[in-house]
């Protein structure tokens, strides 16, 4: 009896699961189907981050942002770039500023 999946995972989970006297099942994402998959992977796991707020779901999230970059063309250093660009510029969130209303003076 085979359980559907039809997900994006780890590179060495079919490997694992074969280790494991399991029959797998894969195929090679194209490129945009690649996107798509991240996409939906990164949702699951934020979704699972929240749930139970876990370093280990949060290193998952922050593969997942590695990949996306990585899909664009961009490396972890590019990306680290970005956001420390971002930061100088606007900020970070450490101070847990909060912006109830803006109005004109």
């Known amino acids: 009896m085979s359980r559907a999946y039809d997900k994006l995972v780890r590179d060495d989970i079919p490997e694992l699961l074969r280790r494991d006297g399991k029959r797998v099942e894969t195929h090679t994402a194209a490129a945009d189907e690649y996107v798509e998959r991240l996409d939906a992977k990164l949702d699951e796991e934020i979704a699972e981050y929240r749930e139970?707020?876990?370093?280990?779901?949060?290193?998952?999230?922050?593969?997942?942002?590695?990949?996306?970059?990585?899909?664009?063309?961009?490396?972890?250093?590019?990306?680290e770039e970005l956001r420390a660009e971002k930061a100088e510029r606007n900020g970070r969130f450490i101070d847990r500023t909060v912006l109830e209303s803006v109005g004109e003076e």
């Open 52 to 79: 139970d707020g876990s370093l280990e779901e949060l290193a998952d999230v922050l593969e997942l942002v590695y990949a996306l970059a990585a899909a664009e063309g961009a490396t972890r250093s590019e990306l």
